[in-house]
Each structure stands twice: as C-alpha cells, then as structure tokens.
C-alpha cells in the first residue's frame, strides 16, 4: 500500500528533486541585500533580536529586511511555527519535512540550506543506512502531494496525519508547509544567491534525494 501511493506521488508529472545551483532562477538585476552598517533603528532592532535568538543572518534574509514587516511575517513567523511544531512531533520529523518540501520544490536556497541542518544538528550526510519512521514516512508523503499539487492532497496522504496527529498538531503542520512552501517561492521568484557557508560546506554539490531514500525503504520493508 505504501509503496503504491509513493509511486502515485511520484510519477514523471512529479518536479524533480534536484537542489544544484544550476536550477536557481538567474536574475539579470538582484533586489539588492541590505548594508548592514547602514540600516534603521527599526532593521537593527530586527537584526538583533533575530541574532539573540540564535539565527543567522542570511543572504535572503538581508533582502527580506528592506521592509522589516516583510521579514516578521516570513522569518520570524517561520520560526515561531517551526518551534511549535518541532515540540510536538519531534525535530528529526520536522527537518525531514522540511528538507522533503524545499528539495521537492526546487529551491536551492532552501533545500541546501536543510542539506546543511540535517548536518548539522542530524548528523545525516546521506541516506544509506538511514531507517525512516513510519511517522517520518507519512510526511514525506505528505511533502510529496505538496510539490506535486498543493490544491489537491489526497485523501490516502492526508488521511494518515488526521489518525496521527491531534487538530492543534495538524494545524501547526500545515502552517509550517504553507511558510515553508512560501520561503521556496520566494527564494526562486527573487533568484536569491546561495549562501557563502553552503558553498564552503561543499553542500550545494552534495546530492541527497530524499524521496529516493524513502522508496528504497519502502521497498525493503515490503
């Protein structure tokens, strides 16, 4: 059965999973990133605010904070969901999700972003050895409709989440695909650069197909 709705999600209409720096959206003309020793009082109290909870500053972001507003409601908003969510279903769940979302969706920024976040706070570099949960399984499914066709969720992908989780757990977790999907659209509209850390960690080069990853587990556990 699992197998049967991962091949229904991922026939030839589905995108690709790729997240190479040759699929970013090359603008001619970048919205420029902020100088950082030339900002607000309004875009500083943002910055630091952000930095004192532990974030960085990134290229998207410097953008982004052109209109502080703009950035509250994206960033900001994003945290605070993923936050909530992670508390609930656990932060491997909820990286595998994102990441599952940013690299189906194709956006470099985002899905090398969670290359580096499954690294970094995972230790995940690859899936080889890797056992996905069932749970885990279900919201890569549930990652999967998304990318393919966020207006149409099937009811076999969505269903399983409804049995699994409570309605405040459900709400939070399409709150978090919604930011999520929101940050990849963003990120690929603007053609924002990759970020000099993914270059330096060797991320953006690095393939780690996810939804590849869950097929084989699929087919193992049959």
Request: glycine share 4%.
């Amino acid at each position: 059965m699992q197998e049967d709705i991962w091949v229904r999600l991922h026939d030839k209409k589905t995108k690709s999973v790729n997240t190479k720096e040759e699929n970013k959206m090359e603008r001619k003309k970048l919205i420029s990133r902020i100088d950082r020793n030339n900002v607000t009082p309004e875009q500083k109290a943002a910055i630091e605010h952000h930095i004192a909870q532990g974030y960085r500053i990134t290229n998207m972001k410097e953008t982004l904070l052109h209109n502080v507003t703009a950035f509250t409601s994206l960033e900001e908003g994003s945290y605070a969901v993923g936050k909530e969510l992670r508390a609930k279903i656990g932060k491997r769940a909820d990286i595998l999700f994102g990441y599952a979302i940013s690299s189906g969706n194709e956006c470099p920024i985002c899905g090398n972003y969670f290359k580096w976040v499954l690294e970094d706070q995972l230790g995940v570099k690859d899936f080889d050895h890797f056992e996905f949960t069932d749970e885990e399984i279900e919201l890569i499914d549930f990652a999967a409709a998304l990318v393919k066709n966020p207006n149409h969720v099937p009811d076999e992908v969505y269903e399983p989440l409804q049995r699994r989780y409570d309605e405040e757990t459900l709400v939070l977790l399409i709150t978090s695909a919604v930011l999520t999907l929101a940050n990849n659209y963003w990120n690929n509209i603007v053609g924002t650069a990759i970020d000099d850390y993914l270059h330096e960690g060797h991320f953006v080069e690095r393939q780690l197909d996810i939804q590849e990853a869950v097929k084989e587990s699929v087919k193992v556990s049959a």
